[in-house]
């Protein structure tokens, strides 16, 4: 059966240096490949129009809004959330732009569900499969929500590491999330969740019965990757290269801030006392003043945005993901077993990913046993190839979308029964 799908997501699928992206991506591939899928998302200034021609390649139609963002929007947001208890991160993406699109789209076109990836995209989902009053449709679509976190959980966990004004307004939202996510997951007929723990967390949500009652619509499905067209990255180091440690990630996003700089500060310490010229590399979009000082010391390179990271991946002995807070999973980890890298990373880091300790992947959660595990990864190159070998074949049999994503089928088929049966 053919199903008219639309997909909303709140950041451009493509290219695939984040997360959300990955996740929305092989999604997107997965449905396209039976059904027709109408992309609709928002686009930042720094997205090129290749990356829309790249999706228009794979969905029948590909829609964008450009996002506004200004220190005037976040001021009124700051207002609006706090005269209606929503969260300020919500109401600053409001906008008619979208709201225009989205009312056109379902005026033209009799989709059959729509699927918002990210909570961010929930609200719109809303307002796209509420019926038109200048369209009289013959049944309103199905609704599916992709959360990719329990956010009012990461909202917390952000609000207990801050401090001052930032730990108040953290305390805020995640106040105002509790409710506005609760209330979200009422309104969808199916949910996704990318680990047990999110879904879990997600269900705490409400109390006993409807907790129960909820619970039927949750469906645990993890982000997955593509290692088809990824082969392992393959070592450029010389006899002469410097050891190097490499942490690759969003360097807007603060639990990655806060995990480079523990690392930076309590870990590199206790290697530089075994291993002194030792070099650690950070890549990551948009480091704040307190990541690019620390480049002060000739070893530590910060290098920002790269475009083409294999280079910094071919130089790298051991992969760092150092992070104490987030939710759902961590796709640096998934990429890092792609590319066939040594991994160490904190129980958190790790938090929702099926993974053999000590096998394919090294966990460590404070100072002197991070850098333990990760100086034996740097002076010891039987452990480092056991590492490469057992990462890569790990995430081939275990995250590759063209197998996970088949059991989004069955969650597809069975809202769609059951709307039906409802109508």
């Known amino acids: 059966m053919t199903i008219n799908i639309l997909l909303l997501t709140q950041v451009l699928p493509y290219p695939l240096d984040a997360g959300p992206k990955v996740r929305a991506y092989h999604m997107l591939r997965h449905l396209s490949q039976q059904h027709p899928v109408t992309l609709v998302s928002f686009?930042?200034?720094?997205?090129?129009?290749?990356?829309?021609?790249?999706?228009?390649?794979?969905?029948?139609?590909?829609?964008?809004?450009?996002?506004?963002?200004?220190?005037?929007?976040?001021?009124?947001?700051?207002?609006?959330?706090?005269?209606?208890?929503?969260?300020?991160?919500?109401?600053?993406?409001?906008?008619?732009?979208?709201?225009?699109?989205l009312r056109r789209l379902t005026a033209a076109t009799p989709f059959d569900v729509i699927h918002a990836d990210q909570l961010s995209m929930a609200w719109w989902a809303q307002l796209a499969a509420s019926p038109s009053p200048s369209v009289a449709p013959s049944r309103l679509p199905a609704t599916l929500l992709d959360e990719h976190n329990a956010i009012y959980k990461l909202t917390e966990r952000m609000a207990a590491e801050s401090t001052g004004l930032r730990r108040l307004i953290a305390q805020r939202e995640a106040r105002a999330f509790r409710?506005?996510?609760?209330?979200?997951?009422?309104?969808?007929?199916?949910?996704l969740t990318v680990t047990d723990e999110d879904r879990a967390l997600l269900?705490?949500?409400?109390?006993?019965?409807?907790?129960?009652?909820?619970?039927?619509?949750?469906?645990?499905?993890?982000?997955?990757?593509?290692?088809?067209?990824?082969?392992?990255?393959?070592?450029?180091?010389?006899?002469?290269?410097?050891?190097?440690?490499?942490?690759?990630?969003?360097?807007?996003?603060?639990?990655?801030?806060?995990?480079?700089?523990?690392?930076?500060?309590?870990?590199l310490p206790?290697?530089?006392?075994?291993?002194?010229?030792?070099?650690?590399?950070?890549?990551?979009?948009?480091?704040?003043?307190?990541?690019?000082?620390?480049?002060?010391?000739?070893?530590i390179q910060v290098a920002g945005y790269v475009a083409d990271p294999l280079p910094c991946l071919q130089q790298a002995d051991v992969f760092i993901v150092p992070l104490f807070s987030g939710g759902g999973m961590r796709v640096k980890i998934?990429?890092?077993?792609?590319?066939?890298?040594?991994?160490?990373?904190?129980?958190?880091?790790?938090?929702?990913?099926?993974?053999?300790?000590?096998?394919?992947?090294l966990i460590a959660g404070d100072p002197s046993s991070f850098a333990e595990a990760t100086t034996r990864l740097l002076t010891d190159p039987a452990l480092n190839?056991?590492?490469?070998?057992?990462?890569?074949?790990?995430?081939?049999?275990?995250?590759?979308?063209?197998?996970?994503?088949?059991?989004?089928?069955?969650?597809?088929?069975?809202?769609?029964?059951?709307?039906?049966?409802a109508q």
């Open 43 to 101: 686009v930042r200034p720094d997205d090129k129009p290749a990356y829309v021609d790249h999706l228009r390649g794979i969905a029948a139609a590909v829609h964008t809004v450009p996002i506004q963002r200004s220190l005037a929007r976040n001021l009124r947001a700051a207002a609006k959330g706090l005269l209606t208890g929503l969260p300020m991160v919500i109401v600053r993406d409001e906008t008619d732009a979208m709201a225009d699109l």
């Open 179 to 191: 409710r506005y996510e609760r209330e979200m997951l009422r309104r969808f007929d199916a949910i």
């Open 203 to 267: 269900l705490d949500l409400f109390d006993e019965p409807e907790r129960s009652q909820q619970a039927a619509r949750f469906t645990t499905l993890p982000i997955c990757i593509d290692p088809a067209t990824t082969p392992p990255v393959h070592s450029s180091r010389s006899a002469i290269t410097p050891l190097t440690i490499l942490h690759l990630g969003t360097m807007f996003w603060p639990p990655n801030v806060a995990g480079v700089l523990w690392f930076a500060r309590e870990v």
């Open 270 to 299: 206790l290697i530089w006392q075994r291993i002194p010229e030792a070099r650690f590399t950070i890549v990551g979009k948009n480091p704040p003043p307190e990541v690019q000082a620390l480049a002060s010391d000739p070893r």
């Open 334 to 361: 998934l990429d890092g077993w792609l590319w066939g890298l040594p991994i160490v990373a904190t129980p958190i880091g790790a938090e929702g990913i099926d993974l053999r300790a000590g096998e394919n992947i």
């Open 385 to 421: 190839r056991q590492m490469r070998v057992a990462g890569r074949r790990w995430v081939e049999q275990t995250y590759a979308w063209q197998v996970v994503y088949r059991r989004v089928d069955a969650v597809y088929a069975g809202l769609l029964r059951r709307r039906d049966m």
